[in-house]
């Protein structure tokens, strides 16, 4: 039997408890269900920045069985018409496009919605398949169902709407929205005409740990075992990190999506990623006043030796090297201007403020500061131009790194440390979806170990 593919798009700005209970619905109708966020629309509007949209889909819909959210759109920042979300999943079984029965009425007068809106609507309401959810005040009969309709039964109200206006005249929308939805929402202050700050204060009444422990190093693994009593790994709170900056990194590779904040305990050594050990290891677990800070992610994409592209993420830093004895000879695109038109060096990375004390350091640039509204360029060994080392990103730019001699002179490509194998080009940006909550104790002082390592101690 054929699986049945429910796509269900629509702004969920933000997913109320009506989108949850729509979703379990369909989730009994359906094989699986695809939640797709949309992006841009001229009649909807763009009033929080797409990575808070991506993060709260997640948040409201990531533990429902056989559900799936796709933040494409968000990535990209395109808005996919119907036919074309249905040229995407069609390889997977049958695609059922869920739709309000407000878009159908007046199909029998081929006056529907989506007949008179919709691109290629006539051909669409005869060729796709439909389920209907009906929507209070817009009954339609039987005669004005497309051909290919499955009707979901289900009495549920709500508007994304009414939870915006309550929360612009800070009205409490308790019981609109899930208790976890709620609490984000309040922590970045959305919704209430004026810009998110990317740090806010953190407490955690009631801890839920994902642990997450170095198994390698003898004391992470021993104080692990004291925060066993909070370890639940089916809905987590917050995630806790304990070893060094690389167990945080696998931390965030694997779990990122779990939408909830990371807590790292220093068990190695520097840990600019971590909080130190004397701070947390009191029993008084999480310290009442903490701080979470919002750090991106890059969105990469490589192009492969055979001309395809693929596409990862980084909380650290991507790069692209030389694969052999020759040096490598590379073109730098930034926000669509040639930049260096033969950049020749041992290779060449990107990295965030969060990854810019990694390699990035190593190679000679300075770190960056967490909150810094930029990242970082950096050239390895650079033999020309003289003097060029690195440069320093605006938010929004987009960095491209070609060859100039792919045959004689073969790179390698890395995001975050895992290699991409031998290709031509890498094309990296802020993600549009992709953010890391990092939560560091109230005092903790990011810049205190970042001048540590600018202003080394003195030997006598």
Request: net charge positive; with cysteine.
């Amino acid at each position: 039997m054929a699986k049945s593919i429910a796509v269900f798009g629509g702004t969920f700005s933000p997913p109320g408890i009506h989108h949850r209970h729509i979703v379990e619905s369909l989730a009994k109708c359906f094989s699986t269900v695809v939640v797709v966020p949309c992006g841009p629309r001229p009649d909807k509007p763009n009033d929080i920045d797409p990575v808070y949209r991506a993060a709260m889909a997640d948040i409201a819909f990531k533990d429902i069985p056989n559900v799936e959210v796709d933040l494409f759109d968000l990535e990209q920042a395109t808005f996919t018409r119907t036919h074309d979300l249905e040229s995407r999943y069609k390889h997977r079984g049958e695609v059922w496009h869920v739709v309000g029965s407000d878009l159908l009425t007046g199909g029998r007068s081929k006056d529907a919605f989506v007949q008179r809106v919709w691109q290629h609507g006539h051909d669409l309401w005869k060729s796709l398949r439909y389920a209907v959810l009906p929507r209070p005040g817009h009954e339609i009969g039987n005669d004005d169902l497309p051909p290919q309709h499955k009707k979901i039964e289900l009495n549920i109200d709500g508007s994304a709407y009414s939870i915006r206006e309550k929360l612009f005249k800070r009205e409490s929308i308790k019981g609109l929205v899930s208790p976890e939805i709620e609490s984000y929402i309040e922590r970045y202050g959305l919704y209430r005409g004026s810009i998110p700050s990317r740090a806010t204060r953190w407490s955690l009444e009631d801890p839920r740990l994902l642990i997450v422990a170095d198994e390698r190093n003898a004391k992470a693994k021993e104080w692990a075992a004291d925060f066993k009593k909070w370890e639940c790994k089916e809905r987590p709170n917050a995630i806790l990190a304990i070893g060094g900056d690389g167990t945080m990194l696998h931390a965030i590779r694997k779990h990122w999506r779990q939408r909830v904040p990371f807590f790292g305990i220093n068990a190695g050594h520097l840990g600019f990623l971590l909080n130190n050990a004397k701070d947390v290891l009191d029993g008084k677990f999480p310290p009442r006043h903490s701080v979470a800070r919002q750090l991106p992610m890059l969105y990469c994409e490589v192009q492969k030796k055979d001309g395809s592209w693929v596409n990862g993420l980084a909380f650290n830093d991507a790069w692209i090297e030389r694969a052999t004895g020759q040096s490598a000879w590379l073109e730098v695109e930034v926000g669509g201007r040639m930049r260096l038109p033969k950049l020749v060096c041992d290779g060449a990375l990107v990295a965030t403020p969060g990854g810019s004390t990694a390699y990035a350091r190593a190679m000679g640039a300075e770190p960056l500061l967490a909150d810094t509204p930029g990242w970082l360029l950096v050239g390895s060994n650079v033999m020309s131009p003289a003097h060029w080392k690195s440069a320093l990103l605006s938010w929004d730019a987009q960095v491209e790194l070609r060859s100039l001699s792919t045959d004689k002179r073969p790179l390698n490509g890395y995001i975050d440390g895992v290699l991409m194998g031998e290709i031509r080009a890498l094309r990296v940006r802020i993600s549009r979806i992709a953010t890391v909550e990092l939560a560091y104790c109230a005092h903790h002082d990011m810049a205190e170990k970042i001048a540590q390592i600018q202003f080394p101690k003195a030997t006598e």
